[in-house]
C-alpha cells in the first residue's frame, strides 16, 4: 500500500464543493425541520387525545424507520404514481436536492418534536400558572413563556440532534448528490485511493461538528444566562444578617 | 398491498438484518465496555485512546465509516498481510464490514453509557468485594457488572434503535439486507413506494419488538419488580 498525501491536496477543493452542499442541506432542513417541530410539539402536549393521535403517529413512524427508507421513499416511491408525475409537485419530486430536503427535514422534525416536547413538560409548572393569574391568553402565554423557555432548556440536546443530523446528511449521497461523502465516492472511484480520501473527508465532518458544539456552548452560555449569573447581595444586608453572604 | 410474489425475499433481507444487527450488539458491548475501562483507567494512555476512539468515530457518519471499511479495509488487510509474505487478493465481505462499522459506531456511544454507569456506582461496592478478598476480575464480573447492566440497560437499549435502523447502510455496499431486497423487488416490479414501505413497516416491528424486549430485560433487571428484598 502507498499512502499518497497529494491525492488529498489535489481533490481538497472538489471536497470542499461537497462540504458546501452538505452545510446548506443541513442548514436548510434544519430551519423546516424546526418550523415543522414546534407545531408538533404543541399538538403532542394537548389535552385532548384526537390532536395528540396525528404527531404521535408521525413521530412513531419517523423514528422507528431508518433515514434511508424516508429517503427512496420519497425518490423512488413518488415516481410509482401517474397523479403524482401530473401533478405540480413532479418538478420538485424529480430533483434528488429536493428530495434530500424534504426527507431530513422530515426526520429532523420528528426528533425535534419529541425534544421540544420534553422542554415544554420540563417547565416549571408555577411560571404557567403565573401567567395564567396574570391574565393571558392560551396563545400568548404560548408564545411569550411556553416556547421562550423550552427553546433554553432545549438547547443542549439540540446540539446533538443537529450533529446527528449531520451525520445523517451523508445518506444525500445515495440518491446521486455529491455532498461530502458523495464527493468522495466519485474522487475514489477515479483515484482508487479510498483509504486517503475518506480520511480526508472524516477530518471535514469532524471539524464540522466541533464547530457547531463550539457555536452550541456560547449560545447556552448566552440563552441560560441566568444559570451562570452570580447573584451580588449589597454589603449592608450582610451586616444585618451574615447568613446572606453568598 | 400486493406485494407479487416478492415476500420472502422481503423476510429473508428481515434475516440478514436481524443477525447483522445482533451480530454488532454482540461485538458493540464488547468494545463499549473496553472503551468504558479505558476512559476510566489510571493510565493516562489508555484514557487519551479511550477518548479519541470516541471523539472520532461519534464526529463521522455512519456511512462513511462502512464505506471506508468495505473499500479501505481490503487495502489495509493487504498490506498487512504482504509483511507476512501473503501477496494475494483479499476481499472483506460485505457482512463483516458491516458488522466491522457498525460495532464500532455502537462501541464508542455504548462506552459514554458504561462510563456514566460505572461512575454512578457507589465505590463502596469495589471496597466491600475487596475486604471479602475477592480479586479484580472476581469482583468486576460478580459485583460490579450487575449492577452496571441494569444502570445502563435503558441507554443501551436506544443505542440498540439506532444501531437496527444503521443496519440499512449496509445494503450501499451491497449486503443483501431487507433495504437492499426492497430495492430489488421495487426494481423488477417498478413499484418502488408498495416495497420501500413495506421495508419501512418490517422496520417498525423490529424496531417495536427492540422496545419491548428492552423493557421486559429493564423489568428482569430490577430487584424489586422481580420481588426480592433488595
Known amino acids: ?246 | 398491498m400486493d406485494l407479487q410474489g416478492f415476500g420472502h425475499l422481503l423476510l429473508s433481507g428481515a434475516w440478514v438484518t436481524v443477525k447483522l444487527a445482533l451480530t454488532s450488539l454482540a461485538f458493540g458491548l464488547l468494545f463499549g465496555l473496553i472503551g468504558a475501562a479505558a476512559k476510566l483507567s489510571n493510565f493516562r494512555l489508555a484514557r487519551i485512546l479511550g477518548t479519541l476512539y470516541t471523539t472520532l468515530v461519534r464526529g463521522i457518519p455512519e456511512l462513511l465509516l462502512v464505506l471506508s471499511i468495505y473499500f479501505g479495509g481490503s487495502m489495509l488487510l493487504m498490506w498487512l498481510a504482504s509483511f507476512f509474505g501473503y501477496t494475494d487478493y483479499i476481499e472483506i465481505s460485505a457482512f463483516a464490514a458491516g458488522v466491522a462499522a457498525l460495532s464500532i459506531a455502537f462501541g464508542a456511544y455504548a462506552t459514554e453509557v458504561f462510563r456514566a454507569a460505572l461512575i454512578e456506582l457507589p465505590k463502596g461496592q469495589w471496597e466491600s468485594a475487596y475486604a471479602l478478598g475477592m480479586s479484580r476480575p472476581q469482583t468486576f464480573f460478580r459485583i460490579i457488572l450487575p449492577q452496571v447492566w441494569r444502570l445502563a440497560l435503558p441507554g443501551l437499549g436506544n443505542l440498540f434503535q439506532v444501531l437496527l435502523k444503521d443496519t440499512a447502510l449496509v445494503s450501499v455496499v451491497g449486503l443483501d439486507e431487507l433495504m437492499r431486497q426492497a430495492y430489488v423487488a421495487s426494481g423488477s416490479t417498478k413499484e418502488p413506494f408498495t416495497f420501500y414501505m413495506a421495508a419501512a413497516f418490517i422496520y417498525l416491528g423490529l424496531t417495536a419488538i427492540a422496545t419491548a424486549s428492552t423493557m421486559l430485560m429493564e423489568r428482569a433487571s430490577n430487584p424489586v419488580s422481580r420481588g426480592s428484598r433488595a
Not at chain 1, 420540563?122 to 396574570?134: F, H, R, T, V
Not at chain 1, 440536546?157 to 449521497?173: H, Q, R, V, W
Not at chain 1, 485511493?193 to 452560555?221: D, H, M, N, W
Request: charged content about 15%; overall charge positive; proline content about 5%.
Open chain 1, 1 to 246: 500500500m502507498s499512502w499518497d498525501w497529494s491525492v488529498i491536496l489535489k481533490y481538497l477543493p472538489r471536497l470542499l464543493e461537497g462540504t458546501w452542499l452538505t452545510l446548506e442541506l443541513v442548514a436548510i432542513s434544519g430551519l423546516i425541520g424546526i418550523a415543522l417541530a414546534v407545531p408538533l410539539a404543541l399538538m403532542r402536549v394537548s389535552n385532548s387525545p384526537w390532536v395528540r393521535a396525528f404527531p404521535f403517529a408521525y413521530i412513531f413512524f419517523f423514528r422507528g424507520t431508518p433515514l434511508l427508507v424516508q429517503i427512496f421513499l420519497i425518490y423512488y416511491g413518488a415516481s410509482q404514481f401517474e397523479a403524482v408525475k401530473q401533478s405540480v409537485f413532479w418538478e420538485v419530486l424529480k430533483q434528488p436536492y429536493w428530495c434530500a430536503i424534504i426527507a431530513f427535514s422530515m426526520n429532523t422534525a420528528a426528533y425535534s418534536a419529541e425534544l421540544i416536547r420534553g422542554a415544554i413538560q420540563a417547565i416549571p409548572k408555577g411560571e404557567i400558572e403565573a401567567a395564567e393569574a396574570l391574565g393571558m391568553s392560551k396563545p400568548t402565554q404560548i408564545r411569550r413563556i411556553v416556547l421562550p423557555r423550552a427553546f433554553g432548556i432545549v438547547l443542549p440536546a439540540y446540539g446533538n440532534e443537529l450533529i446527528l443530523m449531520l451525520k445523517g446528511s451523508s445518506l444525500a449521497s445515495t440518491i446521486t448528490l455529491l455532498d461530502l461523502t458523495g464527493m468522495a465516492r466519485t474522487i475514489i472511484a477515479r483515484t482508487y485511493t479510498p483509504l486517503e480520501i475518506f480520511l480526508a473527508a472524516g477530518v471535514i465532518y469532524l471539524l464540522i461538528s466541533g464547530v457547531f458544539i463550539g457555536c452550541f456552548r456560547l449560545l447556552e452560555k448566552r440563552l441560560n444566562r441566568y444559570q451562570h449569573y452570580r447573584h451580588q447581595v449589597p454589603v449592608e444586608l450582610t451586616k444585618i444578617d451574615p447568613r446572606l453572604q453568598d
